[in-house]
């Protein structure tokens, strides 16, 4: 079993910044590709963005594009993001998922794809 658990989010201004980490612990925390997804209420979960095993490739949605950074450290079983210049709209849980994957070179993005979620941190932006 393996385990991931997000933390920093909060409530921030708009045009702030925030940083949200993932620690995975529990089987090979490094074979997995980690993504990034959100809910916003009323709404069904949506991909944010994902990064590969091999830490290679990423990929963002278009809603965040430029203004949102995924990283991982696998010496340390950490994902992050990097939110910066926020919008109202960013307002939600987010939540890391974490994708078994021994090839590294595949990203996901797709929230069926992904074998286990985290509990969620809330961000919220301020206008």
């Known amino acids: 079993q393996m385990q991931v658990v997000e933390s920093g989010g909060g409530l921030v201004q708009a045009g702030g910044s925030l940083r949200l980490s993932c620690a995975a612990s529990?089987?090979?925390?490094?074979?997995?590709?980690m993504g990034w997804f959100r809910q916003a209420p009323g709404k069904e979960r949506e991909f944010v963005a994902a990064?590969?095993?091999?830490?290679?490739?990423?990929y963002y949605a278009d809603s965040v594009k430029g203004r949102f950074t995924i990283s991982r450290d696998n010496a340390k079983n950490t994902v992050y993001l990097q939110m910066n210049s926020l919008k109202p709209e960013d307002t939600a849980v987010y939540y890391c998922?974490?994708?078994?994957?021994?090839?590294?070179?595949?990203?996901?993005?797709?929230?069926?794809?992904?074998?286990?979620w985290g509990q969620g941190t809330q961000v919220t932006v301020s206008s």
């Open positions: 998922a974490a994708k078994s994957d021994y090839s590294g070179y595949y990203y996901y993005t797709g929230t069926h794809e992904y074998d286990y």
């Open positions: 529990g089987r090979t925390s490094s074979n997995y590709a």
């Open positions: 990064v590969n095993r091999n830490i290679r490739s990423s």
